[in-house]
């Protein structure tokens, strides 16, 4: 009868451990949820002004008059999509370019971006929509570039690190608990049957 009772008291530390787990996987870290926020919305601003220099430069060469104002545009998408690859932070991209590791160089290239996503803007031009739109999306990546050095300044881009790395082990362990977990319920039961 004891064993009957430390039978069924296992599936109870099981189901208690399992929950434990769960609750541990659905709590998340309020830095890393700001920072991947934070990181999709420079991302948004990027592909914005990807968007705006496009719009810029088929402008530019349809026009015929300023080649050059369609060339440099064509190098601001080239940049803005670095932008928006290293806010996703492709691991085979942050091998090459560690610069884009760090906060502050992440920062310095959001603002080059949108220095050039601002530059020689067409005030001639009978479409001010346009302008309205470079302006829009180059002070918005400025305004997350500058976050950007300022945190790195600050030292957050490494405690987001750290964070990361105790997030990963975290989540390993959890991973390796449960197939403990699962592993001594089917060993149990092998030896149960075994017992019968």
């Given at each position: 009868?004891?064993?009957?009772?430390?039978g069924e008291g296992l599936p109870r530390t099981s189901s208690s451990s399992s929950n434990?787990?769960?609750?541990?996987?659905?709590?998340?870290?309020?830095?890393?949820?700001?920072?991947?926020?934070?990181?999709?919305?420079?991302?948004?601003?990027?592909?914005?002004?990807?968007?705006?220099?496009?719009?810029?430069?088929?402008?530019?060469?349809?026009?015929?008059?300023?080649?050059?104002?369609?060339?440099?545009?064509?190098?601001?998408?080239?940049?803005?999509?670095?932008?928006?690859?290293?806010?996703?932070?492709?691991?085979?991209?942050m091998k090459f370019w560690k610069v884009l590791e760090y906060w502050a160089?992440?920062?310095?290239?959001?603002?080059?971006?949108?220095?050039?996503?601002?530059?020689?803007?067409?005030?001639?031009?009978?479409?001010?929509?346009?302008?309205?739109?470079?302006?829009?999306?180059?002070?918005?990546?400025?305004?997350?570039?500058?976050?950007?050095?300022?945190?790195?300044?600050?030292?957050?881009?490494?405690?987001?690190?750290?964070?990361?790395?105790?997030?990963?082990?975290?989540?390993?362990?959890?991973?390796?608990?449960?197939?403990?977990?699962?592993?001594?319920?089917?060993?149990?039961?092998?030896?149960?049957?075994?017992?019968?």
């Amino acid at each position: 009868m004891a064993r009957n009772g430390d039978g069924e008291g296992l599936p109870r530390t099981s189901s208690s451990s399992s929950n434990a787990a769960a609750r541990l996987r659905a709590r998340g870290d309020p830095l890393l949820i700001v920072c991947r926020c934070f990181s999709f919305i420079t991302a948004l601003t990027a592909i914005l002004c990807i968007c705006v220099n496009v719009l810029s430069a088929i402008r530019s060469f349809e026009n015929g008059s300023d080649v050059f104002d369609g060339i440099f545009r064509c190098y601001a998408v080239v940049i803005a999509f670095f932008v928006v690859v290293a806010e996703t932070e492709w691991g085979f991209i942050m091998k090459f370019w560690k610069v884009l590791e760090y906060w502050a160089g992440r920062g310095m290239l959001q603002i080059f971006v949108a220095v050039m996503t601002r530059a020689f803007p067409d005030e001639s031009s009978k479409k001010k929509d346009l302008i309205l739109l470079q302006n829009i999306a180059s002070y918005m990546l400025l305004a997350c570039g500058l976050i950007y050095v300022i945190a790195g300044i600050m030292c957050i881009g490494f405690l987001k690190r750290s964070r990361q790395k105790k997030e990963v082990s975290r989540e390993q362990a959890i991973k390796d608990l449960e197939e403990l977990e699962r592993r001594r319920e089917e060993l149990e039961a092998l030896l149960i049957t075994e017992r019968a």
